[in-house]
């Protein structure tokens, strides 16, 4: 059993940065590419990026590109996604996701979760 916790989330303001971090209790994470996924109120979860187990390539949403950066430390069993600058509508519940092979970005392929980090951007 794989088990995910995200932190990092915060209220910042639009044009600041953050940096989410994705760890893992128990089995390694690094046998799984990795998804960051976030939910918006009123609106269905989508996925803005994945990285793959290796850490060798990372694959964003279109909304994500330019902004949004995934990375891993297997020895630490972390991934964090870094967003900057963020922007209101970035303001979201953004989670992790693990347990498959090879990124991808629909979320339904993903058998664990994290429970979430809530990230507000607003002045």
């Known amino acids: 059993q794989l088990q995910l916790v995200e932190s990092g989330g915060g209220l910042v303001q639009p044009g600041g940065s953050l940096r989410l971090s994705c760890t893992t209790s128990?089995?390694?994470?690094?046998?799984?590419?990795v998804g960051w996924f976030r939910q918006a109120p009123g609106k269905e979860r989508e996925g803005v990026g994945c990285?793959?187990?290796?850490?060798?390539?990372?694959t964003y949403a279109d909304s994500a590109k330019g902004r949004f950066s995934i990375s891993r430390d297997n020895a630490k069993n972390t991934v964090w996604l870094q967003i900057d600058p963020l922007k209101p509508e970035d303001t979201a519940v953004y989670y992790c996701?693990?347990?498959?092979?090879?990124?991808?970005?629909?979320?339904?392929?993903?058998?664990?979760w994290g429970q979430g980090t809530q990230v507000t951007v607003s002045s």
């Open positions: 990285i793959s187990a290796s850490g060798h390539s990372a």
């Open positions: 128990g089995s390694a994470l690094n046998y799984y590419a």
């Open positions: 996701a693990a347990g498959i092979a090879y990124p991808s970005l629909k979320p339904a392929l993903y058998n664990y």
